[in-house]
């Protein structure tokens, strides 16, 4: 039971750092990515591989860049996978384009990158992938305390992304990025970089992407092609929407109810019906949920029409604007009329 | 040689296939402009129906055709129980996409909770074998061939040479305009809707009929394939759908027969992705400036 405990709170860490990403990356970046699970794979893997030892040792799986590098350079290692792939998807995702062409362009992206994973045996080992990956100093610890331990590094590393993402958002880096959010023609008026501010906001995504992928990798020991279907990005999208875009208490919120309650827990309910079943109606739960969502706040999916102004305290803030109708608030300018 | 000339022929049979299920997305898509992710979904379902009654002892053929109206009811369903109430709120093309997903979500995951997540396979006989010049066929190929042929002539000159097909075009192009010139656009859509779920559900019994089995993934698993026809045909070209329907598979199973059959998806992926980035309104479509939410 304990063990189950302390399970969920790593995971509680994992789809936190998941959603932060992606809230910085949707919510403040205005960029689209359902390809997100793809960072968290490859920081899963490269910290899987950056532990396992040389390729071909042991346990008859294949994969590459084996090594066996201390503590806490793997986790180190796929957090920089994690932006590495970034910065070589990021500018499919800079391209104008209607919106919907791009999520389905990054929906894609990340389907073919899954298939490519799963057929390329050689790679993280196809379909099967990792497994026996080694827990950081899991040898000096008892079995008891380790699991605990690994909670506290996880809360850890959620409260250093936490504190950097709320410097990053009252940055002045934070105010052009809702800047060119908002209005691009504007930003770009005022001398900003708007391809530039969106790509490093897309880089640090990837990079806390690797960092979640590494620190779930490092506690549960495996990783497949099947961890990091397509539809596990909706999860988060589902969690950052829920909490509320562009609010990382919110996307908090969101990861701890979408992600641990409904996902999570719900593995441990006594058996209903015949295995699996549970399995296939959280994915219900999640898609009801999703529309839920949509129907009830459907700007809650779009880029938040923030405005600047002063707190109580005294300090620029930046709050949700006045509600404005869903349909004026596209930044491509996409408008909606309903015909018929 | 005689691989090559196999890959033509399960490429010819894959593109009657594809051709069916892309041209029944690109209507509802030029007509609505929202991107139908559970396009897939009721393809699927579809397929699951034709399995269940042609097991409960009907014939496949009975099996298909009820298949195909479950596959339009479906479609309507979608249509108007979500789509719809959704685009009256006024969401965005994109948000409406997002919706989709979340129908196709919960479609695809229902059909799994009723099936335990099995791949079912059907019992009926693949038929005598024939053979032209090298290729050869099964009687169902050959049937599933003779239907797409019907069917996708049928819609062309349907689009073209009845009052109700220059009325989709019209209401396609501008529904705004389209009604100002009295057609009456909300029964233009409905009759879209139909059509369109007759054309999923041709594409998803026939797919099912030449895999020979149904699983919950099947229709999703088959939107790319579908999404990059639609978009490098360019949304609402019927007849260049069905043709790049045809290139694409050829393409793709000659390749598979040469060793990268594992990679089909990733080719087909490929072809989408370069289309996206280069040239985002496709080859020949006439539409891609809407962006307006027409349900």
């Keep these: ?340 | 040689m005689s691989l090559l000339v196999s890959g033509i022929g399960f490429g010819i049979i894959s593109g009657a296939i594809l051709s069916m299920s892309s041209i029944g997305f690109t209507l509802q898509f030029g007509m609505t402009n929202v991107l139908n992710l559970a396009y897939g979904t009721v393809m699927t379902i579809a397929a699951l129906i034709t399995y269940v009654v042609n097991i409960s002892g009907y014939s496949i053929f009975v099996a298909a055709f009820i298949g195909v109206v479950f596959a339009m009811i479906a479609t309507l369903a979608v249509g108007w129980g979500v789509l719809q109430p959704f685009a009256h709120k006024g969401l965005p093309l994109f948000a409406m996409a997002m919706v989709s997903v979340g129908v196709s979500l919960i479609g695809d995951y229902l059909v799994a909770s009723i099936t335990h997540s099995e791949i079912y396979q059907f019992q009926f006989p693949a038929g005598q074998t024939y053979r032209f010049s090298g290729l050869t066929f099964t009687t169902t190929d050959l049937v599933i061939i003779a239907i797409s042929i019907i069917s996708v002539a049928a819609i062309e000159l349907a689009l073209h040479r009845t009052r109700l097909g220059v009325a989709i075009r019209a209401t396609s192009a501008s529904a705004s305009l389209a009604r100002a010139c009295g057609i009456p656009t909300r029964k233009v859509v409905n009759a879209t809707w139909l059509i369109s779920g007759l054309f999923c559900g041709l594409g998803g019994v026939t797919l099912a009929m030449s895999y020979q089995s149904v699983t919950y993934t099947m229709g999703t698993a088959y939107l790319p394939y579908i999404l990059a026809v639609v978009i490098v045909a360019g949304i609402g070209s019927v007849g260049y759908a069905a043709l790049i329907s045809l290139v694409l598979s050829v393409v793709i199973q000659v390749a598979g027969v040469f060793g990268a059959s594992s990679y089909n998806v990733v080719i087909a992926l490929a072809v989408l992705l370069a289309m996206l980035l280069i040239r985002p309104k496709g080859l020949f479509g006439e539409l891609f400036e809407k962006t307006e939410v027409a349900i």
């Design chain 1, 1 to 340: 039971m304990e063990y189950y405990i302390s399970t969920v709170l790593v995971y509680l860490a994992v789809y936190a750092l998941g959603a932060w990403a992606l809230n910085l990356q949707f919510g403040l970046g205005g960029i689209v990515n359902f390809a997100f699970i793809v960072f968290e794979a490859v920081g899963a893997y490269v910290a899987g591989v950056m532990s396992l030892g040389s390729s071909g040792a042991s346990l008859g799986i294949t994969y590459i860049w084996g090594a066996k590098l201390p503590f806490p350079l793997p986790l180190l290692a796929g957090a920089v996978a994690g932006g590495l792939v970034a910065l070589v998807i990021g500018p499919a995702t800079m391209r104008k384009m209607r919106r919907d062409y791009q999520a389905a362009a990054m929906l894609v992206v990340a389907i073919i990158l899954n298939q490519v994973v799963t057929n390329a045996k050689g790679i993280f080992n196809g379909a099967e992938g990792l497994a026996g990956v080694p827990s950081p100093l899991s040898q000096y610890f008892s079995a008891s305390t380790y699991p605990w331990l690994y909670v506290i590094w996880g809360l850890f590393l959620m409260l250093i992304v936490y504190l950097f993402l709320q410097r990053l958002g009252r940055s002045p880096f934070g105010r052009t990025l809702r800047a060119i959010r908002d209005d691009e023609a504007a930003a770009v008026a005022l001398g900003k970089n708007p391809w530039a501010t969106r790509m490093t906001v897309f880089v640090i995504g990837g990079v806390i992407g690797g960092l979640a992928g590494g620190l779930l990798m490092e506690y549960i020991g495996a990783w497949g092609t099947s961890a990091w279907g397509y539809q596990e990005t909706f999860v988060l999208v589902v969690a950052v929407v829920f909490g509320g875009i562009g609010n990382q208490r919110g996307a908090l919120i969101g990861a701890a109810l979408v992600g641990v309650i409904l996902l999570q827990l719900t593995l441990f309910l006594p058996p209903v019906g015949y295995p699996g079943l549970i399995n296939s109606l959280q994915w219900v739960v999640i898609g009801a949920a999703w529309l839920v969502v949509l129907w009830f706040r459907p700007d809650g999916i779009l880029p938040e029409r923030a405005f600047l102004g002063l707190s109580r305290k005294g300090r620029l803030d930046f709050r949700r604007g006045a509600s404005g109708s869903a349909g004026e608030m596209d930044q491509r300018g996409e408008k909606a009329v309903s015909v018929g």
